[in-house]
């Protein structure tokens, strides 16, 4: 089993800046890939973005290319998304996701998720 733990969300202004953190423990080892996904409400879950633990590839949804920054440091298993520039359509609650493959967009493809963490921001 992999446990997934989300921080660092909350309310922030349009055009201001939050870093996700995923702590991941438990059997990390037989994992590939980390994503983050997000859900408003109303709406189906959606992929943001994603890294393998070697870091050597990371993918965006186009919605949010060139604000968001996915990052891992390995030693602490921890995934990072730093959010830049962020608008009131980015209000959602933010998932951690674990796949045990190479993994893309979609939910189906994750195997494991943390709880969630809100992010809220006003206009």
């Known amino acids: 089993q992999v446990q997934l733990v989300e921080s660092g969300g909350g309310l922030v202004q349009a055009g201001g800046s939050l870093r996700l953190s995923c702590a991941a423990s438990?059997?990390?080892?037989?994992?590939?890939?980390m994503g983050w996904f997000r859900q408003a409400p109303g709406k189906e879950r959606e992929f943001v973005a994603s890294?393998?633990?070697?870091?050597?590839?990371?993918s965006y949804a186009d919605s949010v290319k060139g604000r968001f920054t996915i990052s891992m440091d390995n030693a602490k298993k921890t995934v990072y998304l730093q959010m830049n520039s962020l608008n009131p359509e980015d209000t959602s609650v933010y998932y951690c996701?674990?796949?045990?493959?190479?993994?893309?967009?979609?939910?189906?493809?994750?195997?494991?998720w943390g709880q969630g963490t809100q992010v809220t921001v006003s206009s």
């Open positions: 996701a674990a796949s045990l493959y190479v993994a893309g967009q979609r939910v189906d493809e994750y195997h494991y």
């Open positions: 438990g059997r990390t080892f037989s994992t590939n890939t």
């Open positions: 890294i393998w633990w070697s870091g050597s590839s990371t």
